[in-house]
């Protein structure tokens, strides 16, 4: 599988804002992209039919979403549902990233539920785990991140391939703060993701793609895709510039 290089632009910019960067991205990878590494950015909703028309023209650059609702339609004002997500593009989506866990309250079985309705609506789905500073430090790590693939993995048992899910290793305490997880660290998580993917989805579990999301920087990103274990990256902040996202595309 190829190393899934991911940009995770959350609450940031205007339609004109994200096409413009994602132009600039395509020029900055023209001809570079290496054949074993795939590109994905995750803009607002507003942009993503721009962006994924800008990605179009770009060979092994695909667009996702940041959230839906797992319903295939109704009366769920404020949200959006996985076939008008597909209708403009995208072809990804996130579940589980720590800021709507812990700022929208999302539940590891809401979670669940999400991973499931997108991935049998269509859409490759990325999980996104990972422990608190408190967790760690009480020695939870492992503990948390089992359960977190328990419940948002257990409704997809069957339908699930290296092809459709990834999983994102993300520390709260690395997302945004310039706290970068080191090496260690890193590879104990991903060996306890891929030990526990290979526990409950046995024939798919060695090519499930584990990317790590937290501060990764153009700096650092070269020896975190090095990593066993690590098939890519999730970036937020360092993603925002076209030239700093290219350079970690690259790394
Ligand atoms: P960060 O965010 O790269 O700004 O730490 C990562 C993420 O939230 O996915």
Redesign the pocket.
């Known amino acids: 599988m190829k190393k899934l290089m991911a940009a995770?632009w959350k609450m940031y910019k205007t339609v004109d804002q994200g096409v413009a960067t994602a132009q600039e991205l395509v020029r900055l990878l023209a001809g570079r992209l290496p054949s074993d590494r795939e590109v994905l950015l995750c803009p607002p909703f507003t942009m993503l039919e721009g962006v994924s028309r800008v990605l179009a023209d770009a060979p092994g650059c695909s667009t996702g979403a940041q959230n839906f609702y797992p319903a295939a339609q109704g009366a769920f004002t404020g949200e959006i549902a996985p076939d008008q997500l597909l209708a403009l593009g995208c072809t990804f989506a996130l579940a589980g990233?720590s800021?709507r866990r812990h700022i929208m309250g999302e539940s590891d079985e809401f979670v669940g539920q999400k991973v499931a309705f997108g991935l049998a609506a269509g859409l490759k789905m990325i999980l996104c785990i990972g422990e608190t500073i408190a967790q760690r430090r009480a020695g939870q790590v492992e503990d948390v991140l089992e359960r977190q693939l328990e419940a948002g993995l257990s409704g997809v048992l069957g339908a699930a391939t290296a092809e459709n899910l990834a999983v994102a290793y993300?520390p709260v305490w690395?997302?945004?703060t310039g706290e970068v997880a080191g090496p260690a660290e890193i590879l104990s998580a991903h060996a306890c993701v891929r030990d526990k993917l290979k526990a409950m989805l046995p024939a798919q579990a060695d090519q499930v793609r584990i990317l790590y999301?937290?501060?990764?920087k153009p700096d650092n990103a070269a020896t975190i895709i090095r990593l066993d274990n690590v098939d890519g990256v999730?970036?937020?902040?360092?993603s925002l510039k076209a030239d700093s996202f290219s350079q970690i595309v690259l790394a």
């Not at 999301?213 to 990764?216: A, D, K, N, Q, Y």
């Not at 999730?234 to 360092?238: E, F, M």
Request: proline residues 0%; negative net charge; aromatic residues 0%.
């Open positions: 995770n990233h800021e993300e690395a997302i945004g999301g937290g501060s990764v999730l970036v937020g902040g360092a």
